[in-house]
């Protein structure tokens, strides 16, 4: 198992993804042959759960594309079974603090590094025993910055040991910022990302971002982020059908 997004990341190259909400294999099959880098499936938001998510990530195996997968809460169980059917990396929502995120990394790794349990399942189907000797470097720890105490303590998470790198939740950061959800213009959110990315940079970590259009996900690679979804498996399905009815329709 070669986790290429995290290649990338360690590399300092942005890439893009896209986030799943549906439940179908269909629509994630679809998505992973149209040359993303990765795509994130959301136990979090998303419409989905755990049994689903053991039909679409065997879906895209195969797939030049990273499976990622939005946790719902920051737990050793969630994070031990969303690695153990193939996800390969973790994005954890609502990480406050150093200890918050050393917990999600604890998680992640096998000891020494950390307190997964072994037990791959989907993983070993593919290379069996040898998936143990690669899981650690492999497996991208991912924490979501996204509250008022996660900002405050970015310097510190973005040090925490294991940590690939942040990734922002904008809208959950408006809210934590006191501003209103979606004014990204607020300078006090301008302000935010620009301390985020600083903490990244020092620490040498990726930086993620979810992009709310295609042209934040731009934005966003532009100045300075690693990595951005440049949209959902529903947005994209809704703004083509717009575009396609306004053509259709001669507008
Ligand atoms: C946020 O904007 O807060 C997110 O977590 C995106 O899903
Ligand atoms: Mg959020």
Known sequence: MINTALQHWREGKPSLGIWINLPDIHVAETLARTGVDWLCFDLQH?????????????????????????????TPDQI?????????????????????????????????????????????????????????????????????????NVEEIAAVEGVDGLFVGPMDLCYGLGIAPGDFANPRFKDAIAAIVAACQKHERAVGMFGYSAEMAHDSLASGFHFASAGTDISFFRAGVNRGLAIARGE
């Open 80 to 152: 031990g079974k969303v690695l153990d059917v193939g996800a390969e990396g973790v994005i954890v929502p609502m990480v406050n603090s150093a200890e918050e995120a050393r917990r999600a990394a604890a998680a992640c790794y096998y000891p020494p590094q950390g307190q997964r349990s072994c037990g791959p399942m989907r993983p070993a189907m593919e290379s069996g025993i040898e998936y143990l000797a690669h899981a650690n470097a492999q497996i991208a720890c991912l924490p979501m910055i996204e509250t008022e105490e996660g900002l405050a």
């Open 46 to 74: 998303g419409l989905m759960d755990y049994s689903d998510l053991n039909r679409l990530l065997p879906a895209i195996c195969g797939q030049p594309v990273t499976p990622l997968v939005r946790v719902a809460a920051n």
